[in-house]
Each structure stands twice: as structure tokens, then as C-alpha cells.
């Protein structure tokens, strides 16, 4: 006997818990705004980034992983005086 299939076994449970709010909006009602919507993309990504780098710096190993974050904050400091100079004269 599949799941589903009809028997004494008892009645079937609703997937929906509470039906009668489902079957008067004529399906999922929705609670959410454009604001709860916003903050979920903004903490999916942005969670899923601040994961990623620790993950890849810890697959460097304990040497290259350091090294490239000093590489990459020395590029940046590089970059950020060149930018400077640029705006100053």
C-alpha cells in the first residue's frame, strides 16, 4: 500500500494547518512586504559572502591564506591613495 492510498488506518491530515484562512484567500496567503522581501535577498547574500571568504582563505592554508589578505589590503591602501590624489589635484 502506497502513501495516499485509502484504508481503516484513519483520516488524512491536512498539509495546511490552518485551512480555513487557505481556502478563503483561494490559496497561500502571502504576510510579507517589498521591506521583509528586501532584507531576505540583502541577508542571502551577503550572508552567503561573508561565508564564502572565510571558507576560501581557510582553503590557502595558514600561510597563502594571510598573505593574500595582507596582498589585498596593501592593493587596496595602494588604490585608495591613488584615488585620493586623483581628487585633490
Not at 483520516?11 to 528586501?38: C, E, F, N, Y
Amino acid at each position: 500500500m502506497a502513501l495516499g492510498e485509502g484504508g481503516d488506518h484513519g483520516a488524512a491530515l491536512p498539509l495546511i494547518a490552518d485551512q480555513a484562512k487557505h481556502a478563503a484567500a483561494g490559496g497561500i496567503v502571502r504576510s510579507g512586504s517589498m521591506w521583509t522581501a528586501a532584507a531576505h535577498v540583502i541577508t542571502a547574500v551577503i550572508g552567503s559572502g561573508v561565508l564564502s571568504l572565510a571558507w576560501s582563505i581557510a582553503q590557502l592554508g595558514w600561510v597563502a591564506g594571510p598573505a593574500a589578505m595582507l596582498r589585498l589590503r596593501a592593493r587596496r591602501l595602494h588604490r585608495g591613495a591613488n584615488q585620493q590624489e586623483a581628487r585633490l589635484g
